[in-house]
């Protein structure tokens, strides 16, 4: 069943230990077919030298186990509150790298600092509430996922927009259209936490983008008049740029 998911669920996950974004077994990929309402995870406390895309789990969007021999991620409740509450995406990633968990730990948004951020994220990535102690204890992971739900609707955020969201005192989340896109944002997301730190150590003045160059950078990258890259209409048109 969805072998051909499978297959692109594992590669996903087996980036993760290649771009430095996991220790051990801390963090897992899911992604999903719409048409199906079923979504395939990584299972749960697997070492990713011993995975095999046979071991994925299939799950339906009600949280069930579907097809698979092995428990899936602990984290399959939060997998499945994101997929049944934001629609648009097709994979969803949950790792522990620290700089994104640094800035989870301090209850801390990462802020649109720089461009590379604007490239990926449009605006700060929300750090979520923390979990009450009655939260955690009726149903910790479907709650998870709950918080970062209710965080996006509170402030108005667009979640193909700013496609992560990091749960206080826990770590980041990201997502988008396919598993590995989902990953590459997670991958982002490490890298602009690295840089918003160290610009936080290198000045106490106000570093945030101004809402002009964001708009620029994210525009550049998304939407219908998108010219990065090779295959945007604009692309010829601004050969020159990076």
Do not use: C
């Not at 011993?50 to 097809?67: I, R, T």
């Amino acid at each position: 069943m969805l072998e051909d998911l499978k297959q692109e669920v594992y590669e996903a996950n087996m980036q993760l230990p290649k771009l430095g974004l996991v220790t051990f077994t801390w963090g897992n990929v899911s992604g999903i077919d719409r048409e199906k309402g079923l979504f395939v995870i990584k299972p749960s406390g697997v070492e990713y030298d011993q995975l095999k895309p046979e071991d994925l789990v299939v799950v339906n969007l009600k949280g069930e186990v579907v097809e698979g021999s092995m428990n899936p991620s602990s984290d399959t409740p939060t997998h499945t509150y994101l997929y049944n509450h934001f629609p648009k995406i097709g994979g969803i990633v949950h790792t522990h790298s620290p700089w994104a968990v640094s800035f989870a730990a301090a209850k801390m948004d990462i802020p649109a600092m720089n461009t590379t951020h604007a490239d990926t994220f449009f605006g700060d990535v929300p750090a979520a509430d923390a979990l009450t102690k009655k939260e955690i204890e009726e149903d910790y992971e479907g709650n998870t996922g709950k918080t970062i739900v209710k965080t996006f609707e509170e402030r108005g955020l667009d979640y193909e927009a700013v496609p992560a969201a990091l749960v206080s005192q826990h770590g980041p989340f990201a997502w988008g259209p396919t598993p590995a896109k989902a990953v590459y944002n997670s991958k982002v997301l490490e890298v602009v936490a690295e840089e918003d730190f160290h610009t936080m150590q290198l000045t106490h003045q106000s570093s945030e983008l101004p809402q002009y160059l964001l708009d620029k950078h994210y525009y550049r990258k998304h939407g219908a008049n998108a010219y990065y890259g090779q295959n945007n209409a604009h692309s010829k048109d601004h050969a020159t740029r990076s």
